[in-house]
């Protein structure tokens, strides 16, 4: 149980073009997603908290204008990097927290992106 | 505010040695959860365990253990007798507060040869 659907899994696209990347869980409802980005040999560092019908929290330093973030039902979210560029180029995981037995998070299987 | 610390950037080791990762933690809350996720070349991450605050118990499974000690904030995990198919990056991450966001270290990569 507790599976999340994460597509694409890689995509290349034009500079200045945008990007949407869907996570949908599968088998329970996602009341709260994270977006995390990961560079080559790096962390993974979160991006944004997104809770069900509300505006996404954004970390620091994170362009919200530019990762549009969309959690409009239970079961989807997306994320659009608007006018992508070389520099976005990335690994972007999305994860849920979920609480049946017990408390934890479930991740997609990611998407790498990159922009030329 | 919540900080996990991997000192270890990258660990070699030759295959059927034992390993250990260190994983040490800050955070302020006395609610909170450890884990330890695996990440292979794929990149897809890997689920190996969850710890929360109030359970000290070390964990053994299988070639895989965890020793969780609060009075040094650490998490640290050991592979006994390692094989080249553990060779990933490993991950510590911490959530605390209840239901809150997930912070990661920043990983050990480890690199098994035969």
């Known amino acids: 149980g507790a599976v999340v659907s994460q597509h694409p899994s890689w995509v290349i696209c034009k500079s200045g073009t945008s990007v949407k990347i869907e996570c949908r869980s599968l088998?329970?409802?996602?009341?709260?997603m994270f977006w995390y980005r990961q560079f080559p040999k790096q962390s993974l560092m979160l991006m944004a908290t997104?809770?069900?019908?509300?505006?996404?929290?954004?970390e620091q330093g994170v362009e919200k204008d530019k990762f549009l973030i969309n959690h409009a039902s239970l079961t989807l979210s997306t994320l659009t990097v608007t006018s992508a560029h070389p520099e976005d180029s990335s690994f972007y995981i999305c994860?849920?927290?979920?609480?049946?037995?017990?408390?934890?998070?479930?991740f997609g299987s990611g998407t790498r992106l990159t922009v030329v | 505010a919540q900080k996990v610390t991997q000192a270890q950037t990258e660990i070699s080791v030759v295959e059927k040695e034992d390993v250990t990762l260190d994983c040490v933690y800050e955070?302020?809350?006395?609610?909170?959860?450890l884990f330890w996720y695996k990440q292979p070349p794929s990149g897809e991450l890997v689920f190996l365990i969850r710890?929360?605050?109030?359970?000290?118990q070390n964990e053994i499974s299988g070639r895989y253990s965890w020793n969780f000690q609060k009075s040094t904030s650490s998490f640290n995990f050991t592979i006994t007798a390692s094989q080249v198919v553990d060779s990933a990056v490993y991950f510590c991450?911490?959530?605390?507060?209840?239901?809150?966001?997930?912070?990661f270290g920043a990983g050990t990569r480890l690199a098994v040869h035969p």
């Open positions: 994860s849920a927290s979920y609480v049946t037995q017990d408390y934890g998070y479930t």
């Open positions: 088998d329970f409802q996602a009341t709260t």
């Open positions: 997104s809770n069900e019908g509300s505006k996404a929290t954004y």
């Open positions: 955070t302020r809350d006395t609610t909170y959860y």
């Open positions: 710890r929360n605050s109030f359970d000290e």
């Open positions: 991450a911490l959530a605390s507060g209840g239901y809150n966001k997930l912070i």
